[in-house]
Structure formats: C-alpha cells, structure tokens
Nanobody, 126 residues
Framework: VQLQASGGGLVQPGGSLRLSCAASRRTVSDCAVGWFRQAPGNEREFVAAISRSGGTTLHADSVKGRVTVSRDNAKNTVYLQMNNLKPEDTAVYYC????????????????????WGQGTQVTVSS
C-alpha cells in the first residue's frame, strides 16, 4: 500500500490541524494505521494508532486528550485531528500501515509497520 500524508502547516499555539493519510494502490481497510512524528535531533516517536476496524485506538500520553485518530475506510483515508497544539508538537508527522487480522489491536511500535508515507511538516509557533 502506498501512503500519502498531508495537512501539515504552520499554526499558532492552541491551534488545530487535521492530518490525512490517504492510501492508494490497494485498500487500507485490512491494515492497522499508526501516526509517528520526528523532531530534529530526536528519534521517531509514536503518536497514535487505529485498528483496521477503527474499534481500537491508542494515543501517546503526550498527546492524549488533544489528539484523535480516526479512519474512513470507504475513502481509504486515516485522519489525525490535533487540537490545542503546543510548540513541542513541532515535527514531521508520518503515517504507517501494517496488515493485521481483525482481532489484533494496532501496534505502537514503529518496527511493526511495513508501509510508510513521506511525512508532513507540522510547525507550532507564534
């Protein structure tokens, strides 16, 4: 599956952004999808993930309550709604997909994902 992340940009602290991860070449409906981010000088870190059905979601403690992951399998797209953004949220955001069986929850480890998008820059600054 080929993934394209979009929706990043420059936003002031307290603002919101919705990132999209559009899949092509094949359906993503049988995949768990994760969002990760990487700031300059830092390792890639987990942000959120959603199971193939959308019934199970995971969020990192650093974004819990501010970020929501969701999916629309009919549109072959996964979303990351980010509210009350902080300067420390500044990073390149990546989406990743991994085929899973229906009963398995979404992985939080980057090593569990085999397909990655190219990333979209999010900058939170006044």
């Amino acid at each position: 599956v080929q993934l394209q992340a979009s929706g990043g940009g420059l936003v002031q602290p307290g603002g919101s952004l919705r990132l999209s991860c559009a899949a092509s070449r094949r359906t993503v409906s049988d995949c768990a999808v994760g969002w990760f981010r990487q700031a300059p000088g830092n390792e890639r870190e987990f942000v959120a993930a959603i199971s193939r059905s959308g019934g199970t979601t995971l969020h990192a403690d650093s974004v819990k309550g501010r970020v929501t992951v969701s999916r629309d399998n009919a549109k072959n797209t996964v979303y990351l709604q980010m509210n009350n953004l902080k300067p420390e949220d500044t990073a390149v955001y990546y989406c990743a997909a991994q085929r899973t069986i229906l009963t398995v929850g979404p992985p939080a480890s980057a090593s569990a994902y085999s397909s990655w998008g190219q990333g979209t820059q999010v900058t939170v600054s006044s």
